[in-house]
């Protein structure tokens, strides 16, 4: 089992994946978060290729579109932290921790 906790920021939610690979190699996803727009995500995102979402190739990641149609802001993390617990559970990366500070300098 492969586990994300993706905080996305000011909005405040959080979103919790539980990746599990199945014997057919394909990954089951149960998808948590307070975000309405991230659970209807979720409902869409149940079983997937780790193969798919680990390249651009054969139509690339379903998560990546799945995503447009369900979430309201582009840059949300959640897209790309799913696909890393996918990545993870598969085999295909290791796990480390993401990070993107940000800040505004007022010059």
Sequence with gaps: MAKAEIHA?????TTTVIARKNEDGTVHLDIQSEC?????FAEQLKEVDPLREFTWR??????????????????CPVPSGVIKAIEIEAG??????????????EA
């Excluded at 920021?9 to 939610?13: S, T, Y």
């Excluded at 309405?36 to 209807?40: F, I, L, Q």
Aim: hydrophobic fraction near 40%; glycine fraction near 12%; charge should be positive.
């Design 9 to 13: 920021g000011i909005c405040g939610f």
């Design 36 to 40: 309405k727009g991230v659970m209807k």
């Design 58 to 75: 054969r139509g690339g990641p379903i998560t990546l579109q799945v995503a447009p149609q369900c979430l309201t802001h582009p840059a």
């Design 92 to 105: 295909l990366a290791l796990p480390a921790d993401v990070t993107i500070k940000l800040s505004k300098d």
